[in-house]
């Protein structure tokens, strides 16, 4: 059973019969449905069905020559609405299936942005194409939480916002240079991380963490695709499983500058939702390539 399934309104899903009663209804009454030819010259086929506004259950697999829909595997998707980044985005193919997993490289976090690739049928299309290349692509990420805290925000006055905001400019032109070989560039970060440490040492002998830290987006645990992350709330909304009534909340947050969706069941969330206040979580980590 998928773990993430519970994110989109299917907390007491327990047997298999009905998981497989839930896939057949993907399959027989879907919403949105791709057909590509892979590079085995078979026919993969790709079959959404939402279950609330921009989520529900992917099913995905290949015809066989009776024109027969086997499936290969599922997955639980939040489609976000915000552009997140328009940074290069590099995607591989997972060595088990049918499957992919892309990667941004997004100066305002410092790491490689690992994502389970939600338009598969998408990307092959375009591949088989031959249109990567010419493409000017932009990514919209999202992410679906099996849990979650509200956390109240850092009191913050108009010139503390500009401050930070300017600071967080500075720093991605350095991180810019320094991927370009400046060493002078490469210093100054030093020097800052440096400084940070030292500031943060000083501080939380008579601080909480989280009113020095108020956002960070970091990996979480062996799966790349897993992230911990702390972000303010900037758009509430909610929605209903339209199968089950279970009542979903769809947060848009800013975590270290990057805009992003994230979905959660209303029971695993602790605490209040609302605009200006903080997420904390673990995310699976959902991306779509807006070609």
Known sequence: MHKYLKSIGFTNLDQK?????????????YDRKKIVENEDHHLFAEISKEYGYDCGITVCGEYDEDENFQMEYYFPYFSGSQITSYEEIVVERHAGKESYAGACDDMRVGISLIFYLLNAGDYMNVRQ????????????????????????????????????????????????????????AMESLTMEDIDMYTMISRRIQHEDVYTIVDSYFMPYGIECDQYNLMGEITDCNTTVNSQTGEKLYQLGLMSNDIPLDICINEKDLLGSPEVGRRFKGVIWLQGMINF
């Open 129 to 184: 194409n031959g249109m990567l290349r010419e493409l000017q692509t932009s990514l919209t990420l999202s992410g679906l939480a099996a849990s979650g805290t509200i956390l109240l925000p850092v009191s913050k006055n108009v010139e503390q916002k500009e401050a930070d905001k300017k600071l967080s400019q500075q720093r991605n032109s350095l991180i810019a240079a320094a991927r370009n070989g400046d060493e002078d």
């Open 17 to 29: 019969s009905e998981l497989d009663k839930l896939l057949a209804d993907v399959r027989d009454h």
